[in-house]
C-alpha cells in the first residue's frame, strides 16, 4: 500500500515520449517546406529500406545497408533510375536531416544514370481528334493544357483569381518548385471558360448556403478568415463531392481530382485511333514543339513553360529537325514507287528478251522490197 498514490494529489499526467522516426520524418520536411508528394514518397522509401534490413535502426546500419538495398532496386525490383534516385534522395535525407549524421562511403555508391528520351509530340491533326473525343470541363481542362502549356496539377489548381480575361493571361501559383509564373490564356479558349465560370458560380452560391468553404494554401486562412468563402479563391474546376477537413470539421469541397482527367484522356487517345502511348503531360510537350514549328523565340517558350535552365526547352528543338537532323534521304530523290511502272516478269520457258537500242542518230532504215532485208544509208 505503500507505493499506492495519496488522496486528494493529483497523478502527474503520462510523460510523452519521443517522436517516432517517421513523425520525425515528416516534420523535417514539413519544416522544409517540400511538397506533399515529396513527403508521401520519402517516407514510401524510408519505409522500404528499414523493412528490406528487418525493421533495424537506421543507426545500426550505414553505407554498406544503403549499397545493398539500392542494388536490389536495380537489380531485383529492375526499378527506372529516376526511382532509384528518388530512393537514395530518401535515405541521404534520412541520414542528414533527420538523424544528423554524415554517412562515409557513399562516394562509391555510383547515383543511376537517367536516360536522355525524347518527348512524344502529336500533331495538331491528332490533337484535334483527341479534343473532340473529349466533353465538357475534361475537355477545357486538356484544350487549357495544349493552348497555354499548363502541367496537370497546374491547370486542377487553378483559381477563380488566377483568370485575367482582360490581357488573356494565365497565373501559374506554387507551380513545379514553388515557382509562379504567367502563361497566355488562348483567344479561342476565353468564351468557353468565361460560360464554364457561370456554372461553376451557381455551385458557388449552393455552396455559400451550405457552409462549404475551400482549402487555402499555408496559414493564409488565419491570415485572412472570411477568404476562404470568397468566389475569388474558388477552384476553376471543382470536385463534384465535398468531404470533411480532418482538422476543423468543415465542410470542403476540393478541385477535381487529376486521375479523372487522366483516364478520359487515356480513353479518349484509344476512341480517337491514335497508336501513340499519349498522356495528359503531352499536351505540354505539343504547345511547346507547335511554338517552334511556328518560329517563336526559344527563351520566350522557356519563360511560358517555366523551366529555370535553356538547357531543359531545348529538348523540344528535335522536332525542327525533320527526318533524322534534316538530312533528306537519297532514297527520296528516286522516287521509284511512285513513278516506275512494273515491269512485265519474265516467261518461266523463254527468258525475256532485252529491250531494243535505239537507233544512231546518223542512220535511217529503209525497207528494200527486192532484197527482203533493210538497207542502211547515210542520212543527209
Known sequence: MENAPTLGKPV????????????????????????????????????????????????????????????????????????????????????????????????????????????????????????????????????????????????????VKDIDFERHELTVRDGKGQKDRVTMLPDGLAQPLSTHLERVRRLYEQDLAASVDVELPHALALKYPSASRDWAWRWVFPALRTYRDPHTGRRRRHHLHETVLQRAFHDAVRWAGISKPASCHTMRHCFATHLLEAGYDIRTIQELLGHSDVNTTMIYTHVLNRGGRGVRSPFDAFRLLETSAPRPLASPTRPALPSPQPACPRYVERPNPTAGHPTRRQSD
Open 12 to 159: 502527474p499526467p503520462h510523460a510523452p515520449g519521443p517522436p517516432r522516426l517517421l513523425d520525425r520524418v515528416r516534420q523535417a520536411i514539413q519544416t522544409r517546406h517540400y511538397s506533399r508528394r515529396t513527403e508521401e514518397a520519402y517516407v514510401f522509401w524510408i519505409r522500404r529500406f528499414l523493412a528490406f534490413h528487418g525493421m533495424r535502426h537506421p543507426n545500426e546500419m550505414g553505407s554498406a545497408e544503403v549499397a545493398s538495398f539500392l542494388s536490389h532496386l536495380a537489380t531485383r525490383r529492375r526499378v527506372s533510375a529516376s526511382t532509384q534516385n528518388q530512393a537514395f534522395s530518401a535515405i541521404l535525407f534520412l541520414y542528414r536531416n533527420v538523424l544528423e549524421r554524415e554517412l562515409t562511403g557513399l562516394e562509391t555508391v555510383p547515383r543511376a544514370k537517367r536516360p536522355e528520351r525524347v518527348p512524344l509530340v502529336l500533331s495538331q491533326e491528332e490533337v484535334g481528334q483527341i479534343l473532340r473525343q473529349l466533353h465538357g470541363s475534361l475537355r477545357l481542362m486538356a484544350a487549357l493544357m495544349y493552348g497555354s502549356g499548363l502541367r496537370l496539377l497546374e491547370c486542377a489548381r487553378l483559381r
